[in-house]
């Protein structure tokens, strides 16, 4: 059993939040883990850039992501990711939509590419 604690994750300024998602599908090479589960705790930007003309951009990306990999038969806590400690694990924000709320919707963990996968 893992008893590695995160720092606690906290927004920096005004144009930082923080956005947990829960149940997250965890993939092994290209397969779901059906007893495998996880939670995510995503730290993402919000950017908006003027100019006298109006709007010139509007950005928003994933910063960081802590992520707990869990056992769902036993609640066991297998593994712990911080995207800002552990190198390896890259954040790939998908399909940002700009047309409503923003803000991480769903996520999934792919172990084969150790990458974290943030949709919009």
Same mark, same amino acid.
């Given at each position: 059993?893992?008893?590695?604690? /995160?720092?606690?994750?906290?927004?920096?300024?005004?144009? =930082?939040?923080?956005? *947990?998602?829960?149940?997250?599908?965890?993939?092994?090479? %290209? $397969?779901? !883990?059906?007893?495998?589960?996880?939670?995510?705790?995503?730290?993402?930007? /919000?950017? *908006? !850039?003027?100019?006298?003309?109006?709007?010139?951009?509007?950005?928003?990306?994933?910063?960081?992501?802590?992520? =707990?990999?869990?056992?769902?038969? $036993?609640? =066991?806590?297998? !593994?712990?990711?911080?995207?800002?400690?552990? %190198?390896?694990?890259?954040? =790939?924000? !998908? %399909?940002?939509? *700009?047309?409503?709320?923003?803000?991480?919707?769903?996520?999934?963990?792919?172990?084969?590419?150790?990458?974290?996968?943030?949709?919009?």
């Amino acid at each position: 059993m893992i008893q590695q604690k /995160f720092k606690t994750m906290k927004s920096n300024g005004l144009d =930082e939040f923080v956005t *947990l998602i829960e149940d997250v599908p965890v993939f092994f090479y %290209d $397969t779901h !883990e059906c007893n495998i589960g996880a939670t995510v705790s995503i730290r993402w930007r /919000f950017d *908006l !850039e003027l100019r006298e003309y109006g709007v010139k951009s509007i950005n928003a990306y994933t910063v960081q992501a802590q992520v =707990e990999i869990i056992n769902l038969d $036993t609640l =066991e806590v297998i !593994e712990v990711i911080d995207t800002n400690e552990f %190198d390896g694990w890259t954040l =790939e924000d !998908e %399909d940002i939509n *700009l047309n409503h709320s923003i803000c991480p919707t769903n996520c999934s963990i792919d172990y084969k590419d150790s990458s974290i996968i943030i949709d919009w």
